[in-house]
């Protein structure tokens, strides 16, 4: 074999198959390092600190990770803080309500399953509110018109008294069933006892269905009223609602535990118009229950100037056992136009738990022909039926009840002074 042929033979037999080989080999390496080789990814749409008020809450933490993650909680935070829930890209923690003065953390760790990689975060829960009501309206440019609480002067008094102390800060005590001959004229409706939790002196509201049965100012037909209101005078405009004015409503009432309302209407406070487009009422806290004492519930219910502007129940489902033999304070903020504000944030006292806090805009909180809206107080409920005769009682399973008032105040802002009527 010549040279030249020992050449091509070689190539042939030795280096091609060796070349062959080789590029094999090195297809089958990489595919195997591509499938062994993840690299991890793990992130949080939140780095450091979560900052939670003090009320029960929960919250969702984002995660973005390609491999299955488990959550871990500081061991020493299991009794107020806790997983919810998860999906493939979502945490839900739950906190339970702090009760301490002080505020208090808990460490979160998301671990990836498969690697050595993890990211972690604070919990931060806020101590209990200290004051009842966070929110200062003096400090918020509004100013005090008038405030009113009890007074032992009035211990043993009746009716008539009652409604002369009131009527030195702006109130009055006029619609109730002592004010008709026709009537319970002879019932009490009206105390004023001295109460240990707050220290002072409240007002106690009673209104009766058997075997007395209390009217409405004379009128047994289909509804009873016991009820406190703002005065309407030139005089007392300064606690009235009048055109474009901003008010601030604060006091405190207690239910006391057993308290039965009805699928017919409770209102115990209306905003409510004095002129003008009067029937219903703006504003209502209302009572509600079915007829066999079962599903009893705290209200807020809107009534705009025309059926199109109403916002109905704003506020629905809140337990009346929240309030039961509890005082708690009211907080209630409204700007009277017609595309107006309101908010209303009501604190149990005992434990400074939030019970409502709820605001709007753009709501309609005027009435047509109107110069005033009063602020009412009381027990105002329906018996469920028109009576068909004097003998006859409710349908809707009410029976007597009473409720307690106290440590009112009143505020004002952009006040109106000479308010005119305006529709």
């Known amino acids: 074999m010549n040279k030249k042929h020992s050449i091509i033979f070689f190539v042939i037999v030795y280096l091609i198959p060796l070349l062959g080989y080789s590029c094999n080999t090195k297809e089958v390496n990489v595919d195997n390092e591509e499938e062994q080789t993840v690299t991890p990814v793990l992130t949080l749409n939140i780095k450091g600190d979560v900052q939670i008020e003090s009320e029960a809450s929960e919250f969702i933490v984002t995660i973005h990770s390609n491999s299955a993650w488990t959550a871990q909680i500081e061991q020493e935070a299991a009794a107020w803080l806790s997983e919810k829930a998860t999906t493939r890209e979502s945490l839900i923690l739950s906190a339970k309500a702090n009760s301490l003065d002080e505020s208090r953390s808990a460490l979160v760790t998301i671990k990836m399953n498969k690697f050595d990689k993890f990211e972690t975060f604070r919990v931060i829960q806020k101590g209990k509110i200290n004051n009842p009501v966070s929110d200062d309206p003096i400090a918020l440019g509004y100013t005090l018109q008038s405030s009113m609480q009890g007074s032992s002067s009035l211990t043993d008094k009746d009716y008539t008294q009652i409604h002369n102390y009131m009527r030195q800060y702006g109130w009055d005590y006029s619609e109730h069933p002592n004010s008709s001959d026709l009537d319970h004229k002879d019932g009490t409706h009206c105390l004023n006892i001295y109460d240990e939790t707050l220290k002072q002196h409240v007002f106690q509201f009673i209104s009766h269905v058997n075997p007395f049965l209390d009217g409405d100012r004379g009128k047994l037909e289909d509804r009873q009223r016991n009820e406190m209101k703002s005065q309407t005078s030139s005089s007392w405009y300064k606690i009235n609602g009048n055109w474009d004015e901003r008010q601030w409503l604060e006091w405190k009432f207690k239910i006391p535990k057993g308290f039965r309302p009805s699928t017919s209407f409770c209102h115990i406070h209306q905003l409510k118009a004095q002129e003008g487009n009067n029937g219903s009422p703006l504003i209502t806290i209302t009572l509600r229950g079915s007829n066999d004492g079962t599903n009893r519930r705290v209200q807020v219910i809107h009534t705009g100037d025309v059926s199109a502007t ?21 907080q209630e903020e409204v700007h009277y136009t017609h595309n107006g504000f309101f908010r209303i944030k009501i604190i149990r006292i005992r434990d400074n738990k939030v019970l409502i806090d709820y605001s709007i805009n753009n709501i309609d909180l005027w009435r047509k022909g109107a110069t005033n809206i009063r602020n009412k107080f009381g027990i105002y409920r329906s018996y469920g039926k028109t009576l068909s005769d004097p003998n006859d009682r409710p349908s809707n399973g009410i029976k007597d009840e009473s409720l307690l008032l106290g440590d009112f105040y009143l505020y004002e802002k952009n006040t109106n002074p000479t308010p005119q009527p305006y529709d």
């Open 310 to 330: 109403n916002k109905g129940t704003l506020v629905d489902n809140i337990p009346m056992e929240e309030f039961e033999d509890e005082w708690v304070q009211v």
